[in-house]
C-alpha cells in the first residue's frame, strides 16, 4: 500500500480520518442538546435559532469559511479570546479544518436527531413517569435509546460531509500539507500541478472507497438497531 | 381511617370543564361514563398527567394535589400505577426489562425478590419473558402492562379502558386476571370503562361520570340500579346484578341453581363447583311482569315482589321499573302501554318473569 500512495497522499488521508471523526463527536453533544431545543422546547426565538443552525446548509461554504475566517481568525473577536484564555489557535492548523466541517456538518446532524426525537412517541415517556422514572431517567433509558437510529444517521451524514468538506476548510485554513491538507484539498492540488491525474485518481478512488464504507456502516448499525426497536 | 381515594378537583380543557368529587374505599371502583365524559381526564388528574386548575387528591393518606396548598406532587413520585389503553410497553426492552422497568425505580422498603414470581404466575406471562413487546398478541402485551405496573409496587392502580383496544375473546382472556388481581393482589384499583358488562363484573365501587361531573357514587349494585332508572347506561345494557352463589346442580335438566337475595335462579349448566360465588346479571329488557302469579309460563324463573319505583318514560315509548324483591332491586322495562294497561304503580305486588339470565363465568 505505501508503494502504491506517497506519504504525502497518506498523510491527507489520515488527516482527513482525523478532522472528520473529531469534527463528528466534537458536535455530538451539541448537536444532541440543539436537536432536543428545537424538538421540544418552547421558547422565544426558536425559529431563529433554526434558521442559524440551517444557515452553513444554505450559504456558499466559501462564505461560511470567511465567516470563520473574520470571527475565529487569530485577531477576529472569539479567535483572540481562544488565543489568550486556552492558547488555542484555529486559524491554518488542523483544529480550524475540525471547526470548518463541524460547522458544515451540524445542520444535517441536528436534521436527523430532531426528527427521531419528534417520532419518539411521549406516550412511552408518561409511561415510564407513571413507572417512577424521573426526567433525566426517562431521557437515558427510553428516549435515547428510541432515538438511536436517528443519532446514528446523523453522526454518519455529519462524518461524510466532513469527510468531503472543501470551500469552508481551505478558506478558513487554507491548504497546508500536513496540516490542514484533508483528502478534497489534496486532489485540487493535484488538478493543478502537471501530470497531477494518477495521484487525483487514487486519492478519488480512497475517498469514494471511505465514502462507500461509512454508508454500508452506517446501514448496518440502523438495521441493527431497528431489529431492537420493532415498532409496535 | 381516611378512604383509599380522596378527589375534588376542577380543570377546564378548552370548552370542556370537569368538576368532580368522590371518594371510595372500595376494591375496584370502576369509573363509568360515556365517552368523552371525562373518565380519562379524572384518571389522568390522580396519576399526575395532568395538573388540575384547582383542587385535592388523596390517596392512602398522602396527599398529592392540593392548589390551595401548593402541593403538586410529580407522577414519578406518586407511586401510583398506570394501565394505558394501549399497553404503552417499551419496544427496545424485552419483556422481562419491561416488567421489571418500574421495580428498579420502586422504593427498596417496599419491594421484595419474589414479586416478579408472583406477578409472572397472577397473570400468566411466565412463557413471555424474553420476547420483545413487538411479538406479543394484543391480550398478552396488556396483561404485561398491567404486570409492570404491578411490579412498580404501587399504592393505587389506574386502568384506563384497558380492554377497549381488544376484541371480545381478546377481552375474555383478561377478564379473569382482572379479577384475580383485585381479590388477591392487595392493591386498589381504579378501572375506566364505558362498558356495563365489565363494570358489572369487576366493579365494588361505582363512580358515574356524566359531562365532566360525578352523577353517582356507592356500592355497585345500589349505584347500578339508579344508574338504570334514570336510564344513563344506554337503551340496550340496561339490567340488575345480584351476588349469587352455587347451590347445586341438576344434571337430568342440565341446570344450575344458583342463590341470590331476590331469590333462587335456574340457569343452564355452569362448570362452576358448588358453593362458588358469582354474579347474576339481567338484562332490563329480559324480564316480564305479571299482575297475579303465572301458571303455564315456559319460563323457569319467576320472582315475587313489589314495584320500588316507576322511571321516566323515554323518548322511544318505554319506561323502566325497579321491583324490590327480597330487599335486591330487579330492573324491568315495558312499554308505557303496559305500564298504563296494568296501572302498575310504586308499592304494587307483582310476579317478574324473567326470559333469560346471564351469569359470570370463569
Known amino acids: ?75 477576529g473577536p472569539v479567535g483572540q479570546l481562544l488565543y489568550d484564555w486556552f492558547g488555542i489557535v484555529l486559524s491554518f492548523r488542523w483544529t480550524g479544518a475540525v471547526l470548518a466541517s463541524a460547522v458544515m456538518g451540524f445542520p444535517l446532524m441536528v436534521r436527523a436527531i430532531r426528527l427521531s426525537i419528534e417520532a419518539v412517541d411521549r406516550k412511552l415517556e408518561d409511561a415510564a413517569g407513571t413507572l417512577g422514572a424521573n426526567r433525566a431517567w426517562v431521557f437515558l433509558v427510553v428516549t435515547l435509546p428510541l432515538c438511536l437510529p436517528g443519532i446514528l444517521v446523523g453522526m454518519i451524514l455529519c462524518f461524510a460531509k466532513a469527510m468531503g468538506e472543501f470551500g ?23 488538478t493543478q500541478v502537471p501530470n497531477g491525474d494518477a495521484g487525483a485518481m487514487r486519492l478519488t478512488l480512497i475517498s469514494i472507497a471511505i465514502s462507500v464504507a461509512a454508508l454500508f456502516v452506517s446501514e448496518w448499525l440502523a438495521r441493527l438497531v431497528g431489529r431492537r426497536i420493532s415498532v409496535e | 381511617m381516611s378512604p383509599v381515594l380522596e378527589v375534588a378537583v376542577q380543570h377546564r380543557l378548552g370548552q370542556f370543564a370537569l368538576d368532580a368529587a368522590f371518594s371510595s374505599d372500595g376494591r375496584l371502583t370502576a369509573l363509568f361514563g360515556r365517552s368523552g365524559s371525562g373518565k380519562t381526564s379524572l384518571v389522568n388528574i390522580i396519576g399526575g398527567l395532568i395538573a388540575p386548575t384547582q383542587g385535592r387528591v388523596v390517596v392512602d393518606g398522602q ?37 421489571l422497568f418500574g421495580h428498579w425505580f420502586a422504593p427498596r422498603a417496599a419491594k421484595a425478590s419474589s414479586d416478579l414470581a408472583g406477578v409472572l404466575e397472577l397473570l400468566g406471562i411466565g412463557h413471555l419473558l424474553e420476547r420483545r413487546p413487538g411479538a406479543l398478541s394484543g391480550g398478552e402485551k396488556q396483561r404485561v402492562a398491567i404486570g409492570r405496573a404491578l411490579l412498580s409496587k404501587p399504592r393505587l392502580l389506574l386502568m384506563d379502558e384497558p380492554l377497549a383496544s381488544l376484541d371480545e375473546a381478546r377481552k375474555a382472556e383478561i377478564l379473569p386476571y382482572i379479577e384475580r388481581l383485585r381479590d388477591e393482589a392487595g392493591v386498589p384499583i381504579v378501572y375506566v370503562s364505558h362498558s356495563v358488562a365489565e363494570v358489572a363484573r369487576l366493579a365494588t365501587t361505582l363512580v358515574t361520570v356524566d359531562q365532566g361531573r360525578v352523577t353517582a357514587c356507592g356500592p355497585m349494585a345500589s349505584v ?44 343452564a349448566r355452569s362448570g362452576l363447583p358448588v358453593g362458588a360465588r358469582t354474579r347474576v346479571r339481567i338484562l332490563a329488557s329480559d324480564v316480564l ?13 319467576i320472582l315475587p315482589g313489589t314495584i320500588a319505583e316507576i322511571g321516566q318514560r323515554h323518548a322511544g315509548g318505554a319506561v323502566e321499573l325497579l321491583i324490590d324483591c327480597g330487599g335486591e332491586k330487579l330492573l324491568a322495562r315495558l312499554t308505557a302501554k303496559s305500564v298504563d294497561g296494568l296501572s302498575l304503580a310504586k308499592g304494587r305486588a307483582v310476579h317478574a318473569v324473567i326470559k333469560s339470565v346471564s351469569i359470570d363465568t370463569p
Not at chain 1, 458536535?27 to 428545537?38: I, K, M, Q, R
Not at chain 1, 469552508?168 to 493535484?190: C, D, K, M, R, W
Not at chain 2, 344450575?256 to 335462579?265: P, Q, V
Not at chain 2, 311482569?289 to 324463573?301: F, M, Q
Open chain 2, 63 to 99: 396527599v398529592l394535589v392540593d392548589t390551595h396548598a401548593g402541593v403538586l406532587v410529580p407522577k414519578h413520585r406518586r407511586r401510583i400505577g398506570y394501565v394505558f389503553q394501549e399497553a404503552r410497553l417499551f419496544p427496545h426492552l424485552s419483556v422481562r426489562q419491561n416488567l
Open chain 1, 168 to 190: 469552508a476548510t481551505i478558506t478558513f485554513v487554507s491548504n497546508i500539507p500536513g496540516e490542514t491538507q484533508t483528502l478534497p484539498s489534496a486532489i485540487y492540488t493535484f
Open chain 2, 289 to 301: 311482569i305479571s299482575l297475579g302469579a303465572p301458571v303455564g309460563v315456559s319460563a323457569l324463573n
Open chain 2, 224 to 267: 347500578m340500579s339508579q344508574l338504570d332508572i334514570a336510564g344513563i347506561s344506554g337503551a340496550a345494557e340496561a339490567g340488575s346484578i345480584f351476588e349469587a352463589r352455587v347451590a347445586g346442580h341438576d344434571d337430568a335438566y342440565s341446570l344450575t341453581s344458583l342463590e341470590t337475595a331476590a331469590g333462587t335462579f335456574q340457569v
Open chain 1, 1 to 75: 500500500m505505501s508503494d502504491w500512495l506517497s506519504p504525502e497522499e497518506w498523510t491527507a488521508v489520515r488527516l482527513s480520518l482525523i478532522v472528520a471523526t473529531t469534527a463528528m463527536l466534537a458536535s455530538l453533544p451539541l448537536g444532541l442538546a440543539v436537536a432536543w431545543l428545537l424538538a421540544r422546547g418552547r421558547f422565544w426565538g426558536k425559529s431563529i435559532l433554526d434558521a442559524i443552525v440551517h444557515l452553513p446548509l444554505i450559504m456558499p461554504p466559501v462564505v461560511t469559511g470567511y465567516l470563520l475566517l473574520i470571527w475565529f481568525g487569530r485577531r
